[in-house]
């Protein structure tokens, strides 16, 4: 199976910051990644794929970038509503797998 | 309004069964590959099992291939995961979502499955 480990596993951050969430891929998986936002008690939201594509809806804050075994995800100014869990997950080969999540509390 | 509904959640012993649903509405069901993904409580996602639009290829992760079958029926727009031979490790609340290209675009909100005598 591939493993996907993101860093860090916690983030403290402020309102208005940039921040950075990394997800390596134990072999390359080309550019079969997604992003995705979990808040507490809801269901999962996809907000890029393809590593790089936003997802409709999504704001433009959202960055994705990478290929074959390394990946980010960017929140160019962060606001209040994206204090939540990030999941980055692999969609290249059977089981698709996903990260260990990143927690990014407000500071 | 496009949207996913799962039910059947609930308490079950060990070794007991219990079949999930997933209601679809607001688009083409037929037209997606469908997905099931767990997270037990306090855990992380888990990619679990998903099926092709005709239901001719299903795919499982190991750790649930020979207990649990996932199916669809289209004509009803819903998706089902029979689980037997359940575990407590199988505790968990799951979510059923729309596949687009592989990626679950559109999620239920979760049916929580508790596995405990």
């Known amino acids: 199976d591939i493993q996907l480990t993101q860093s860090p596993s916690f983030l403290s951050a402020s309102v208005g910051d940039r921040v950075t969430i990394t997800c390596r891929a134990s072999?390359?998986?080309?550019?079969?990644l997604a992003w995705y936002q979990q808040k507490p008690g809801k269901a999962p939201k996809l907000l890029i794929y393809a590593a790089s594509t936003l997802q409709s809806g999504v704001p433009s804050r959202f960055s994705g970038s990478g290929s074959g075994t390394e990946f980010t995800l960017t929140i160019s100014s962060l606001q209040p509503e994206d204090f939540a869990t990030y999941y980055c997950?692999?969609?290249?080969?059977?089981?698709?797998?996903f990260g260990q999540g990143t927690k990014l509390e407000i500071k | 309004e496009v949207q996913l509904v799962e039910s059947g959640g609930g308490l079950v012993q060990p070794g007991g069964s219990l079949r999930l649903s997933c209601a679809a509405s607001g688009f083409t069901f037929s037209s997606y590959w469908m997905s099931w993904v767990r997270q037990a409580p306090g855990k992380g996602l888990e990619w679990v099992a998903n099926?092709?639009?005709?239901?001719?290829?299903?795919y499982y992760v190991d750790s649930v291939k020979g207990r649990f079958t996932s199916s669809r029926d289209n004509a009803k727009n819903s998706l089902y995961l029979q689980m037997n031979s359940l575990r407590a490790e199988d505790t968990a609340v799951y979510y059923c979502a729309r596949s687009h290209y592989d990626y679950g675009d559109l999620w239920g909100q979760g049916t929580l499955v508790t596995v405990s005598s």
């Open positions: 099926i092709k639009q005709d239901g001719s290829e299903k």
């Open positions: 997950q692999q969609l290249t080969s059977y089981p698709y797998t």
């Open positions: 072999q390359g998986i080309s550019s079969y």
